[in-house]
């Protein structure tokens, strides 16, 4: 089983450049950062981005659709996983060779992973932290209307279930 953790991510959000020309957009695995030059081709409804990339010595070019999702406050573009999966982040294992969502990946979280008693729980609690740590950042948009979105409920409902 691959970690979620040992995965390069690539954020819709980075890829921000519509123009059509070839741009770079970084996925991200821990604390490094991988140069994918992309560019997006919209047609009508339709947009498709060109990722190419280097990955252990292989230029490798792949083609992702990218679906707009209509929303309150503006359209939000999502990938489109080649399971029909829509999702914003798509993951690339360290010996993978195409971007996928999680389903198709079969990823866990680190978090999962970690045994309660055998550790004491110390680092169980440790690994807990940095996970709430991390979600915390991805809040972007915490209240939609005066409510908290599912983001921020997710959130709190881990602070509760672990107790920090
Ligand atoms: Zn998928």
Not at 8 to 35: F, G, P, T, V
Not at 75 to 87: E, I, K, T
Not at 114 to 120: A, H, R
């Amino acid at each position: 089983m691959t970690k979620v953790e040992q995965c390069w991510k690539l954020n819709i959000s980075k890829l921000k450049d519509r123009d059509e020309l070839a741009h770079i957009a970084n996925a991200e695995c821990e604390d490094q950062e991988m140069a994918i030059a992309y560019n997006l081709n919209c047609s009508d409804d339709l947009m498709m981005a060109t990722i190419t990339f280097f990955l252990n010595g292989e230029v490798i070019r792949q083609i992702i659709d990218i679906e707009t999702a209509e929303l309150p406050l503006g359209d939000r573009p999502y990938f489109r996983c080649q399971c029909g999966n829509r999702c914003s982040v798509l993951y690339l294992k360290p010996d993978g060779s195409k971007f996928a969502c999680r389903d198709c990946n079969k990823l866990i979280y680190e978090v999962k992973t970690v045994n309660k008693k055998l550790m004491g729980g110390v680092l169980y609690q440790v690994n807990r932290i940095n996970k709430l740590i991390e979600k915390s950042d991805k809040i972007d948009r915490a209240f939609y209307n005066g409510k908290p979105t599912k983001k921020v409920k997710s959130f709190i409902r881990l602070r509760e279930k672990w107790g920090v």
